[in-house]
Each structure stands twice: as structure tokens, then as C-alpha cells.
């Protein structure tokens, strides 16, 4: 499986980039417990956070947007941001896709996937055949940097709607804004994008569009996660509380064929220790009676400082700009499928 691991330091000043409910006139920002190793044990603190769903919200609406100047397809609701996914047969009648037998989830599953990019790479559950199809964009919560924790922090701020003639019309509204280093971790599974989930008897994924339609959707989603990324296109009320943003370090890991991962950015140490990890867990493959010849390529950005690392026996490239790491791994996944 070719697959791509990414995790990244961002520094996010006065953001409300994810908000929950509003009590009032007050409106709260995300939060969620996070357990903190200290000298003395472990401690819980409730820490603002920016959840994987919005996340993804954010991917899938980039991707729509994407397919759409691209010539790929995609459904009438996805291109809205509509993310119901075809759950049930209703779903067909607004998107228009012609309905599929429903009793045969593999000709369900092509269906959707033939009709619309966001739902192949995004996934969709669709009772009416009981049919899940995994998404191939992985997305965590973004929460603090465990190392930097203490400085995190959600502060309400104050404003008023004035209105010098009315009383009556003026409003006042508090908005908690969030401010720290946040990791953000994402995946994505390149090799699943066009190809069934439907495992068949001769066990060979069953390729659901054609091999030129498939390079293109996944240079769709590559793209759609490069520029979630490096553009900052992804959260909530942007308009008055557009944070004030810089990515320190970014490591993108892609391997195959078996799936490793890069360390969660938790640490200015993470490259490092994402190094050393993938290190010992190709030299575990090699070895033995059952071989695998794993391939990897870290490509790595740091405004952090540089990472010490000895010999190794994957490939890593230091980027000068986050731009740059993304273009070297599609570069690198291009080489793995034989795109070039
Ligand atoms: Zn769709």
C-alpha cells in the first residue's frame, strides 16, 4: 500500500477556527481533555482543540473544488459542500445519479465511486446495501504540542454591535479564541483512491475507473491535502478571526508497501524520532525467511532547527519550504506507481 503520513507543528495565534454551542450570547471554542506527562505523573487538562471532522470537512470541500475545475466528477451535493454522501436510496433522487441494484453493494460501491471523487476518497456509509467505504483521508484532532501545553489557551473575547440611536439594537457577544502550537496529523491512503473495497475471491483490488482517471484523482487528493496545508485552508468563522498562522516543522513520510507513520509532532524531536522509528521498522521487514523490500521517503521542513540523524536506510530529504517536502514526496509517489 502506498501511503502517505503527515504531521506538522503549527503555530495558530487568536483563532476560532472550531467553535461548539452557543450559551447566549457567549460562544465557546472546542475543548477536550488531554493527559500530560509531568515529573510527578500525569495530569488531565481541558485544552482547546480543532476536531479531524472539521478537518476533513475542510479536505473534502478543496477536493470538490479541485475535481470540479479538473473535469473529475462529483456530485451535485458534494460540490455544494454537502457532505450527506449517498447514505440511502433518497440521496440518489437529489444527486441524480442513476440508482444502483441495492442489493449488490459492489455495484453500489462503483456507482458512487464512478459519479464522485469526494465520496471515492472520502468514503461513505450507505445503509440501503450496508456498504461502508473507508475514507482514504485520515485526519486527527489538531491539539497542542504536548511540549509547549502550558501556553495554550481559549480566552473569551468581548465585543458590542453599537448603534448610537438605540439602545434596544446595540449587542454585545463574547467569542473564545484560541491560541497555541498545534500538531496536526493527517494520512492518506493512496493506493485505495478509484479501487473497490470490496475484497474479491482472486483477492486483486478491482479497479473501479480507468488507470487515467485513477492518476489523476490521486493527484487531486495529494493536491487538495498540500494546499489544506500549506495555505491554512481549513476551520471555521475566518472572516473575523482569520488566526495568525505559521507552520514551524512538517514532516511527510510515504511508504510501501506496508503502511508506517510519522511521530506525532509533540516535540521539536518528532523528525528525529520518525527517523530512528522508520529505521528499525524497514530493518524488522527486511530480515528473516519472509522479506519485504519496504520503501520510504521522509520529506521533511523545519523552522525548528535541524534534526540529527546518523546513517540511514530510508531516504530523507530536507525541504526549505513546506511547498517544497509536498512536491518532493508526489514526486516520490509518481516513482512508486510508475506515474512517470
Ligand atoms: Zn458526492
Not at 462529483?74 to 454522501?85: A, E, M, P, S, Y
Request: net charge neutral; hydrophobic share 40%; charged share 20%.
Amino acid at each position: 500500500m502506498v501511503y502517505t503520513s503527515i504531521s506538522a507543528r503549527i503555530l495558530l495565534n487568536i483563532e476560532a477556527l472550531n467553535m461548539t454551542e452557543s450559551a447566549g450570547n457567549y460562544v465557546k471554542h472546542r475543548r477536550a481533555p488531554v493527559v500530560i506527562p509531568t515529573s510527578n505523573g500525569y495530569i488531565l487538562r481541558y485544552v482547546p482543540v480543532i476536531s479531524g471532522e472539521s478537518i476533513a470537512h475542510a479536505y473534502q470541500e478543496i477536493l470538490a473544488k479541485i475535481a470540479e475545475e479538473t473535469g473529475l466528477p462529483v456530485c451535485n451535493l458534494c460540490r455544494q459542500g454537502i457532505f450527506l454522501k449517498h447514505t440511502d436510496k433518497n440521496v440518489f433522487k437529489r444527486t441524480g445519479i442513476p440508482a444502483p441494484d441495492f442489493k449488490k453493494p459492489e455495484s453500489v460501491e462503483e456507482t458512487i465511486v464512478k459519479h464522485c471523487v469526494v465520496e471515492d476518497i472520502g468514503g461513505f456509509l450507505n445503509t440501503d446495501a450496508a456498504l461502508k467505504r473507508t475514507s482514504r483521508f485520515y485526519a486527527g484532532y489538531m491539539i497542542p504540542a504536548l511540549d509547549s501545553i502550558k501556553t495554550s489557551a481559549a480566552e473569551a473575547q468581548f465585543h458590542v454591535r453599537y448603534d448610537p440611536l438605540s439602545i434596544q439594537t446595540q449587542a454585545i457577544y463574547n467569542i473564545e479564541a484560541g491560541s497555541a502550537l498545534y500538531v496536526l496529523t493527517l494520512g492518506l491512503d493512496i493506493d485505495g483512491i478509484g479501487v473497490s473495497s470490496i475484497a474479491l475471491e482472486n483477492s486483486k483490488p478491482k479497479l473501479l475507473v480507468s488507470p487515467e482517471e485513477r492518476s489523476k484523482r490521486i493527484e487531486a487528493a495529494f493536491k487538495a491535502m498540500h494546499l489544506l496545508v500549506t495555505q491554512m485552508l481549513f476551520g471555521a468563522k475566518r472572516t473575523r478571526f482569520t488566526p495568525n498562522w505559521k507552520i514551524m516543522s512538517l514532516a511527510i513520510l510515504t511508504t510501501h508497501p506496508l503502511t508506517l507513520n510519522v511521530r506525532p509532532a509533540h516535540t521539536s524531536k518528532y523528525i528525529e524520532e520518525t527517523i530512528e522509528s522508520v529505521n528499525h521498522a524497514v530493518e524488522l521487514l527486511g530480515k528473516g525467511a519472509s522479506k519485504i523490500d519496504e520503501k520510504a521517503l521522509l520529506a521533511y521542513y523545519s523552522a525548528e532547527g535541524k534534526p540529527v540523524a546518523g546513517e540511514s536506510r530510508v531516504s530523507i530529504y530536507e525541504a526549505k519550504t513546506p511547498d517544497e517536502a509536498f512536491n518532493i514526496s508526489y514526486e516520490y509517489i509518481q516513482e512508486l506507481l510508475g506515474m512517470k
